[in-house]
């Protein structure tokens, strides 16, 4: 699976940001996604994470009520939806692909397609 993420940029606090992530080369529908996001000088941490159907999804608390995981399975698409966006939210976001259709994964290692990343910087 080619994984193409994309939308991030710069935001003002408290605005809203689309990311979106497509996908290509394999059955879109059999793969669970996640975001993930790197800040810095800090480790990739789990943002969200949606089932291959789109009906389960998760959310790290950092960013729950805030964000919304969705994804369009005829598209080959996963968006990430920033609403609210903090400073702390700055970060290099990518996409990932997960061989299963159930499990949505909070462990980086647990995905077996990675996207490029795309930065995305909150101004206070």
């Known amino acids: 699976v080619q994984l193409q993420a994309s939308g991030g940029g710069l935001v003002q606090a408290g605005d809203s940001l689309r990311l979106s992530c497509a996908a290509s080369?394999?059955?879109?529908?059999?793969?669970?996604m996640g975001w993930f996001r790197q800040a810095p000088g800090k480790e990739r941490e789990f943002v969200s994470g949606?089932?291959?159907?789109?009906?389960?999804?998760l959310y790290a608390d950092s960013v729950k009520g805030r964000f919304t995981i969705s994804r369009d399975n005829a598209k080959n698409t996963v968006y990430l939806e920033m609403n609210s966006p903090k400073f702390e939210d700055t970060a290099v976001y990518s996409c990932?692909?997960?061989?299963?259709?159930?499990?949505?994964?909070?462990?980086?290692?647990?995905?077996?397609?990675w996207g490029q990343g795309t930065q995305v910087t909150v101004s206070s």
């Open positions: 949606i089932s291959s159907s789109g009906g389960s999804t």
């Open positions: 990932a692909a997960r061989a299963a259709r159930l499990v949505v994964a909070t462990n980086p290692t647990n995905y077996d397609y």
């Open positions: 080369g394999r059955t879109f529908s059999n793969y669970v």
